[in-house]
C-alpha cells in the first residue's frame, strides 16, 4: 500500500471515530441523559453509516488495499467526501447547553407577599441527571442578589411548559422573620413539594 493511501485512510478512520464519539458525547451530555427524538435521528441517518464506513477502511487498511485502476480511486475519494460530509454533519448538530456549559430556564419573576423580596426559580440542566433547582432572590431594599440550592426532584420532571409568564413555586412569609414557605406549584408536573427557606443562613430544608 502506498504512502499517500496509507495517510487518506488513515484520515478518514480518524475523522469518523472522533466525529462519532464526539457525537455520542455530546448527545447524552456526557451520559447525562439518553438520546433524544432529534439527536436518535441523527444517529440513526448519520453516526450508524458513519460506523460502517470506518469497519470498511479498517478492512482495507488492513489488507492492504491498493485501488488497481481510476474508477477505484474515484469511488475512494467519494466515499472520504461523504464521510467528511458526515462529520461535519454530526458535529455540527450538537448543541452545548447543559454539556459544556450550563441550560438554565427560569420561571416569571414574582414578589413575596410582604414585599421584601423578587425571586424566580433556577432549573438546571433539566431532562439530565445532574439537573438541579436553586432560588434566585433580590432583596428589595438592598438591591442584593443571592441564590439558595433547593433540594428539589427535578429529575421527576419529564415535560415543562413553557408560557410568557410561568409561576413554577410560591415563595410567602411565615410569622418568623426572616422565613418562608417555597411551594411548588402543578405548573411543573411533579407532585407538591415545600421547603423552609431561611434568609439569614441563605439554607432551605425540606418540610411536609
Not at 440542566?125 to 431594599?141: D, P
Request: proline content about 1%; hydrophobic content about 45%.
Amino acid at each position: 500500500m502506498k504512502l499517500w493511501l496509507r495517510a487518506i485512510i488513515l484520515l478518514i478512520l480518524i475523522e469518523g471515530l472522533v466525529s462519532s464519539i464526539w457525537f455520542l458525547l455530546g448527545a447524552t451530555h456526557y451520559f447525562q441523559r439518553g438520546l433524544d427524538l432529534i439527536a436518535t435521528a441523527y444517529f440513526a441517518g448519520l453516526a450508524i453509516p458513519m460506523l460502517i464506513f470506518i469497519l470498511i477502511f479498517t478492512y482495507l487498511l488492513a489488507k492492504k488495499w491498493t485501488p488497481r485502476d481510476k474508477e477505484q480511486r474515484r469511488l475512494l475519494y467519494t466515499l472520504a467526501i461523504i464521510n467528511t460530509l458526515f462529520a461535519v454533519v454530526l458535529v455540527g448538530s450538537l448543541y452545548t447547553e447543559g454539556w459544556t456549559n450550563t441550560y438554565t430556564q427560569t420561571d416569571s419573576l414574582q414578589t413575596t407577599d410582604d414585599q421584601k423580596y423578587e425571586y424566580q426559580i433556577e432549573l438546571v440542566n433539566l431532562f439530565q441527571r445532574n439537573s438541579y433547582a436553586q432560588l434566585h432572590l433580590r432583596r428589595i431594599e438592598s438591591n442584593t442578589q443571592s441564590s439558595i440550592r433547593i433540594d428539589m426532584n427535578t429529575n421527576d420532571i419529564k415535560a415543562l411548559g413553557v408560557g410568557k409568564i410561568n409561576h413554577w413555586i410560591e415563595l410567602k412569609s411565615t410569622a418568623s422573620n426572616g422565613k418562608y414557605i417555597l411551594r411548588t406549584t402543578e405548573d411543573l408536573g411533579i407532585p407538591e413539594e415545600s421547603f423552609m427557606i431561611d434568609m439569614s443562613t441563605q439554607s432551605a430544608q425540606a418540610v411536609d
